[in-house]
């Protein structure tokens, strides 16, 4: 289906649905290439979604390696099934549940992403933290400005270095009936860090 080894499928190719969040395909490109993962690596995904950054990551670390898909949400575990199963991806395992309850249920990660958390992000990069292995990447994209302070308040407690803050401002083209314009998409920041 995607026979590319660059990150950022086309979000049009995704089974979407309006409840189920996705992570956008530039926004995703960039959170791919800060976990630098590598094949055989064993990632988390945590508020999967729709499954794209599952997708995307499962093709990085390929078949020797295994993602992890956490969401609450039953809609966006069925959707992460379907996309799955569009992409003929078979190494990722998905999770439905409270993520604070499941994190300690998962083998130790390389790599985590954290997404839609439903305000709990500080104590699942508390619980993400005891789980990454040393030298592991954790992503974190985060829209709110309270979330990324928080975010930041509990990452400079915790054992990271190499913590980089990328904002991302996306504007995509759209065709009308005089030309194109661009409309500007929501900027989402990008925290990510390395475990010592």
Avoid at 46 to 63: D, F, H, P, R, T
Avoid at 100 to 108: F, G, T, V
Avoid at 179 to 191: D, K, Y
Wanted: with cysteine.
């Amino acid at each position: 289906m995607w026979n590319y080894k660059t990150p950022g499928i086309p979000d049009e190719e995704f089974e979407r649905t309006e409840e189920v969040p996705i992570t956008k395909e530039e926004v995703r490109a960039i959170q791919i290439s800060k976990a630098r993962l590598t094949l055989g690596q064993t990632v988390y995904d945590i508020g999967c979604g729709s499954g794209s950054i599952s997708v995307e990551a499962a093709l990085q670390v390929e078949s020797s390696g295994k993602v992890y898909a956490i969401d609450f949400d039953s809609n966006a575990i069925e959707l992460t099934k379907k996309n799955l199963k569009k992409f003929g991806v078979t190494n990722v395992k998905v999770i439905l549940g409270n993520a604070k309850e499941k994190i300690s249920e998962l083998p130790e990660a390389d790599a985590i992403f954290i997404g839609g958390t439903g305000g709990d992000t500080k104590e699942i990069i508390e619980l993400c933290q005891r789980k990454l292995k040393s030298g592991g990447r954790i992503v974190i994209g985060v829209i709110l400005i309270e979330t990324l302070f928080s975010v930041l308040e509990i990452m400079n407690k915790l054992d990271f270095t190499s913590v980089d803050i990328t904002q991302i401002t996306i504007s995509k083209s759209r065709k009308t009936s005089t030309g194109t314009m661009m409309l500007a998409r929501n900027p989402v920041t990008v925290i990510s860090a390395t475990k010592s």
